[in-house]
Each structure stands twice: as structure tokens, then as C-alpha cells.
């Protein structure tokens, strides 16, 4: 009798729905870093992203060893195998700088079928005028391979040759700027590495201009928080002191 018993209450714990903790996490957000940057860059929004219920996959890729198709290419294809792998019913993107350009890339020669949002932090999505005075010099090149050549602000540029997007995307960019020199370069407010005008998009959601450098936009904590509130509604939170 207690040998049934305990057959019994075997079989009715595997077939019982599993625990709450065990079937969250079917929604992924993989994280695209910027330009020279690794993924430890983005560890605060995964901390942030994981602690809300996301799946996150911080990928890691080598930014300045090709062009910006192959780059794409090669980084969210592989991040696209793992997800499948993972079962994850919806993913969403979040990138930082050339990260967004990235992911414009990829999609325009691919269909993400459980595509779900983006949030882009200070996309150079129109270009950057550093790149248009800088990006010819030995240095500049040496320092930010081919895709940091692709980034200028010309009608042939890889940025404005990438047209719109179709699906929900919101824009973040800083206003501050601790790279002096840069900003003389760049009209109008900017974050040391891009203009707040040329980080918009057309076709996006929602645009949001915080307080903060180009470096550290993805470890400001209302950047964080405005992201995690993007993922879930599709636009950012309307309060006194955010500007649009």
C-alpha cells in the first residue's frame, strides 16, 4: 500500500503545472553593447532586466574587427540560436550606441517572427558628426575599425541607407556631455558622441532625452527604469522632469 502511494504521488507531481518560478522567463531581452565596449558594460541593465523577469543574454562581440552587416550578422544570429534553444516566446532588444545600429542591420534583411520590443540608448540612428570630421584620421580608424567608419552623417552612410523601422522601437538620449572636444563638433544638445536630434528615428515609438553622458547611459537608473517601463507598454513614463 505505501509502495502505490508513493507511485501515486510520483505521478501526480510530474504531471502537475509547474511553479510559478519555473515558467517565468519566457520573454528574453538580449543586450547589444556599443562601439569598443564589451558586454560588462551592460551587467547593470542585465542585473536590472533579470531582477523585473526577463531572460537576459548579454552577448559579447568584437566591434571593431568588421562592418557593421557582418557584425550584426554574426552577433544576433547567434543570439537569435540561443533563444530558440532557451524556448523563449518573445524577444526584445536592448542596445547601446552602435548596438542599435546593429539591430536595424539585422533586420532589414530578416524577419524576427516573436520580435517583440527595442529600446535603443544613444543610437547614433542619423549618424554622428565626430565621425564626419574625425573619421578619416589613422587614429579614428585604428581605434574604431570598420563600423566606426560606417557612422557619418551622409545620405550614403550605413545608418541613413537603413531606412525605417516596422517594429516598436523607443529611443533614449543623453544631453550631457563630458567630451568637450567632441561636442564642439556636434550642433545642437548632445551626449559627447551623437546629437539628441540625431538619435531619432523614423517609425519609432517613443523618444526620451535624460540627463546623462554617451559612456554611461545604460547605467543610469532612470535609463534603466524607463527601458524596463518601455518592454512592458511600449512607450516611457511620462513625468516632470523627462523631456521628449
Known amino acids: 500500500m505505501i509502495f502505490l502511494r508513493k507511485i501515486c504521488l510520483i505521478i501526480a507531481m510530474a504531471t502537475s503545472p509547474l511553479p510559478a518560478s519555473a515558467t517565468e522567463n519566457q520573454e528574453c531581452v538580449i543586450l547589444l553593447h556599443g562601439l569598443c565596449r564589451t558586454s560588462h558594460s551592460m551587467a ?20 571593431r574587427t568588421a562592418a557593421i552587416d557582418a557584425l550584426s550578422e554574426d552577433a544576433i544570429g547567434r543570439a537569435l540560436a540561443d533563444t530558440e534553444k532557451s524556448g523563449a516566446v518573445k524577444i526584445h532588444f536592448v542596445t547601446h550606441s552602435l548596438g542599435g545600429i546593429l539591430v536595424r542591420s539585422y533586420l532589414s534583411r530578416h524577419t524576427i517572427q516573436n520580435l517583440g520590443r527595442v529600446v ?3 543610437p547614433p540612428n542619423q549618424g554622428s558628426e565626430v565621425v564626419d570630421k574625425l573619421g578619416s584620421w589613422w587614429l579614428f580608424k ?6 566606426g567608419s560606417e557612422l557619418g552623417t551622409d545620405e550614403n552612410s550605413t545608418p541613413n541607407q537603413l531606412g525605417p523601422v516596422s517594429c516598436c522601437v523607443g529611443v533614449i538620449a543623453g544631453d550631457r556631455s563630458i567630451n568637450w572636444i567632441n561636442s564642439l563638433l556636434i550642433p545642437g544638445r ?34 534603466i527604469g524607463q527601458t524596463i517601463h518601455f518592454l512592458s507598454v511600449g512607450r516611457f513614463e511620462r513625468r516632470p522632469g523627462n523631456s521628449a
Open 44 to 63: 547593470p541593465m542585465e542585473r536590472a532586466l533579470s531582477a523585473s523577469g526577463y531572460r537576459v543574454l548579454n552577448v559579447d562581440y568584437p566591434s
Open 120 to 122: 535603443m540608448l544613444g
Open 142 to 147: 585604428k581605434l574604431n575599425g570598420p563600423a
Open 190 to 223: 548632445d551626449d559627447g558622441k551623437v546629437s539628441v536630434e540625431r538619435t531619432k528615428l523614423k517609425g519609432m515609438a517613443d523618444h526620451l532625452v535624460i540627463h546623462a553622458t554617451h559612456p554611461f547611459l545604460m547605467h543610469n537608473r532612470k535609463a
